[in-house]
């Protein structure tokens, strides 16, 4: 299968070779496609939903010119399903002649389209999948939203300071999930701590009850926990039913858990959770109330979240590389232009390390608060400048 | 341990409400509805708008899910289901999945794809402390509620008017038709009335486990377990069952054993485990009797 597969692109890059070489293409469009695959419906729906939201405003606010060229962007539902992802990919490599795909709301989404990327050599801008490899997968592919090692070491070294030697962690079971404890244990070990416990939780799994109640049983300071986007809420509420701080233990964890999105409705039981994590709706700087207010009034009841965020930088990011190459769409010469870039987002400062085309950010620690009747994750302290550990370690072993 | 099996118990006795409406349908009337999932996921959808919507407590979001998803089972069952009766297995499987999906992408466009939130009322909310067991009073609450309503459809079948002209429905429909018992209504009523239970179902467990689009399909499988390990002649066959799963799956997960070093999640099989099992060794159910006709 992998043969047949392997021909089929290669076929679609010598396709687009040629288009490339013909004396047609040479008229040098005026426009640019940016082929942008998300979860549009399905259980990942609002990963899509906030993306979506976060492109078109950015063109309302920037215009659809870059680099002397008109940007088009063509949204297609992919369902959060790897092997639409991977067709669809392809469609808009080959048919739409694309310049540059991006989305990817899920990791083995990013994954499937990573070999398209690479093939067609057009670069892949990942706005919200996180999972530390994925950047490994292809040269072509650059991330803006986050790493979840990146996320995660901030709260494991916040719960070290803080006194915190006996954990329990439930992640779901999936790439990120998994990059998540394993962050979380190796800096909890290394900082002489004891992990009690690693439980892991069926992806698509309507009850955390046994999970909760294990965790609970075994009496940690802290448990910690990792959902996707879009699934904090349900976990949450059966957090609540549990009881954890009658027994002393803690609860800390990635934002993904405290969404921004499904925030307002976890109640009073979040009340005082301190995560880590890339983004908040909160983060106080004239960027992001200018971000947050346009947001809003451009998607009523619809609050931006960190993969809203993601969306907004990367066009951000394929604007300024077209800018750079001055409307050249070469996909090399794109990735190229877009490595090392650094610029200031509603997050604050970021940057796109030129070695690993990862993002590098700064991660904050969070606390849910009330204001004006409304929950928010409020950042009290930031670690600035974070580079995802997964590959700095990778690195400094060579 | 003891909160184990409360949870297990909680568990089961939702997934028995949720289930027992479609082992009344695939059992009694032999006809395969794999949309059920759809109603139960209308009753919680029914009792998340009167809450959020109208700020009314879970305990009127309750009757009304029951009323609502009736009365659409009923409209459902004299439009559309009643053609599909006397059709093969397949058409029946073909015709209900088509509802589930549409149902999904429905729910989807008016609700939306996140999880939904129902809040407890406040004097469910909150644990109660015996001794070292510290139990949820919601799910203490759903294991009373679906225990009464258990011994009453086992009181209502084999004790009422209703229930012995059902059975007798079901047992040879053209003797009944003979007799003067209006087989056609008994079998409207009955779905409507297996409508109903899921959509109470629905509606109970959306305060426990996430409620979104994707119900149906999550659910289905545990439905079908149900019905596969229980049988369809009785109604203590799924209940039994149901407990039995609903346990095995809590403990299952909440027991991760440890071999060679690796941990083994042993969850999210020992439900399959048990259907195989019992499908090997008993066929038509754990407490299923034997194939009559």
Known sequence: MNAK?????????????????????AHAEDVVKVGVILPMTGPSASTGREIAAAIKLFQEQKGDKAGGKKVEVIIKDDT?????????????????KAAVIAGFGLTPLALAAAPIATQAKVPAVVMAAGTAIITEASPYIVRTSFTLPQNTMPIAQWAVKNGIKKVVTLVSDYGPGIDAEKTFVATIKENGGQVLESLRSPLKNPEFAPFLQKAKDLKPDALFLFVPSGQGAALMK???????????????????????????????????????????????????????????????????????????????????????????TDGTKLVEAMKGMSWTSPRGPISIDPETRDIIQNVYIRKVEKKNGQLYNVEFETMANIKDPFKAAKAAKK | MLTVLFDGLAYGMLLFVLAVGLSVTLGLMNFINLA??????????IAVVMMQRFGLSLFWGLPVA???????????????YVRLYDKPHLEQVMFTIGLVFMSVAGVDYFMGASPQIVNVPDALDGNIDIGDVSLNKYRLFVIAFCAILTIALQLGLSKTRFGSRLRAAVDDA????????????????????????????????????????????????????????????????PFFASI?????DVAGKYYTPNIGGHKIQIGGF??????????????????GRAQGK
Do not use: C, W
């Open chain 2, 244 to 248: 039995l799963l609903g346990v095995a």
């Open chain 1, 238 to 328: 059966q957090v609540s039913e549990r009881d954890f701080a009658k027994e002393g233990i803690k609860v800390i964890g990635t934002g993904d858990v405290t969404d921004d999105e499904q925030l307002n409705n976890m109640g009073d039981a979040v009340l005082g959770m301190i995560t880590s994590h890339n983004y908040s709706a909160d983060h106080d700087s004239p960027e992001n109330k200018a971000y947050v207010a346009a947001f809003e009034k451009a998607n009523p009841g619809l609050r931006p979240n960190f993969m809203s965020v993601g969306g907004y930088d990367g066009m951000a990011l394929i604007y300024a590389a077209l800018d750079k190459t001055k409307g050249d």
């Open chain 2, 270 to 287: 020992v439900i399959y485990t048990i259907m195989v099992l019992v499908l090997i060794f008993r066929p038509q159910g754990l407490f």
């Open chain 2, 36 to 45: 059920h999932g759809a109603f139960a996921m209308a009753g919680g959808y």
């Open chain 1, 80 to 96: 959060g399903v790897a092997d639409i992802t991977k067709r669809l990919a392809q469609e808009l490599v080959v048919n739409d």
């Open chain 2, 174 to 237: 053209r003797v009944a038709r003979g007799l003067g018992i209006n087989v056609t209504t008994i079998f409207a009523l009955t779905f409507a009335f297996g409508s109903g239970l899921a959509g109470l179902g629905g509606a109970l467990g959306s305060a426990i486990f996430s409620l979104d689009p994707q119900f149906p399909l999550k659910f289905m499988i545990y439905f079908l377990v149900v019905i596969a390990v229980g049988g369809t002649t009785t109604i203590t066959g």
């Open chain 2, 66 to 80: 029951f009323l609502v998803t009736a009365a659409a089972g009923a409209f459902l069952e004299r439009t559309l």
């Open chain 1, 5 to 25: 597969i392997t021909r089929r692109h290669t076929l679609a890059a010598l396709a687009l070779a040629a288009t490339a070489l013909s004396p047609f293409a």
